[in-house]
């Protein structure tokens, strides 16, 4: 079932798992996911990056979650400016992360409130990133710098009402050029601090002890599309496509994906959590009889 972000996000930092957020290229790709989380009994969350038609991705989603009983979010990801969020609310998705980390922490607030009350009036979720998260192919300066600090994430929380938030601890995205290194203890103050579901973005290759204990630690939604985009391209390359067996493509993208985000579910300790999350309706505003008139 397609269900807001927040529901899963609450109920994985309350139960301190998480939850993979994995790519949503094509209906390959989304359906093998979705196969994946009815098999492990774990909720999924896609991230979605097709600015040319987010409607098209979040409608598939959104069909496709609404046929399994195990709760699926989509999450427009890393959306800079007004219009792309205001676009990703109104696009179908059941979240959005509203990326202003790279701004001065008023601007960033002044964004993000402004964003969390149009995206909470329609039962949208909303995500944004404090610290900034970096490249993993620039982690020498990346790694290090402009990380979250605990007391400033616990305000910006109360600043904004965002559903979770993005945290920079030492992770970056894409591939690594250098070893990961996390800031354990930092992590562990930041969640001291603020008593709220955290994301960790571009874990990817950040090694899955390191993951398991970052979902320990208030992690509540762990972003690993490279790793999903990667161990697909390595699956497919051990795999003989060769003659006739070229039909064979997509169905063994859909066996190596399942596979793949039923792994990461392990990782992240998800699997058999789907009953934790609290499913209810995505729009609060349309509970009730539409067409009760009597208070006008
Ligand atoms: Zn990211």
């Not at 696009?91 to 509203?98: E, L, V, Y």
């Not at 990380?147 to 030492?170: H, M, N, Q, S």
């Not at 992770?171 to 992590?187: M, N, Q, S």
């Amino acid at each position: 079932m397609f269900v807001p972000m927040k529901n899963i996000v609450d109920a994985a930092y309350a139960g301190k798992y998480g939850v993979p957020a994995v790519p949503s290229n094509d209906e390959v790709q989304i359906r093998a996911a979705i196969q994946a989380a009815v098999e492990s009994r774990s909720p999924l969350i896609f991230l979605t990056n097709n600015r040319k038609d987010p409607h098209f991705t979040h409608y598939m989603i959104k069909r496709f979650a609404d046929e399994v009983d195990v709760p699926v979010a989509s999450c427009l990801d890393h959306s800079r400016t007004f219009e792309d969020c205001v676009l990703g609310v109104s696009s179908g998705c059941s979240a959005i992360m509203a990326d202003r980390s790279t701004l001065p922490y008023e601007e960033n607030v002044a964004d993000v409130l402004r964003l969390a009350q149009i995206a909470h009036a329609v039962g949208v979720s909303i995500e944004a990133e404090l610290g900034h998260v970096g490249q993993g192919d620039n982690y020498a300066v990346d790694g290090v710098s402009a990380l979250t600090d605990p007391e400033e994430a616990k305000r910006f929380i109360a600043d904004t009402g965002v559903d979770c938030l993005a945290v920079a601890v030492g992770t970056a995205h894409g591939a690594y050029v250098g070893t990961p290194k996390i800031d354990f203890e930092r992590l562990k103050e930041i969640d001291a601090a603020c008593q709220h579901p955290l994301v960790l973005h571009g874990g990817s290759g950040s090694g899955e002890d390191n993951i398991h204990r970052c979902c320990e630690l208030g992690v509540a939604k762990v972003n690993v599309v490279n790793d999903v985009m990667r161990l697909t391209l390595e699956g497919l390359k051990n795999t003989d496509l060769s003659g006739n067996k070229a039909y064979g493509l997509y169905a063994a993208i859909n066996d190596i994906t399942v596979n793949i985000v039923k792994h990461l579910f392990e990782v992240t300790g998800s699997v058999g959590k789907a009953a934790s999350c609290c499913c209810g309706s995505k729009n609060s505003a349309s509970e009730g009889n539409p067409f009760d008139s009597t208070k006008e």
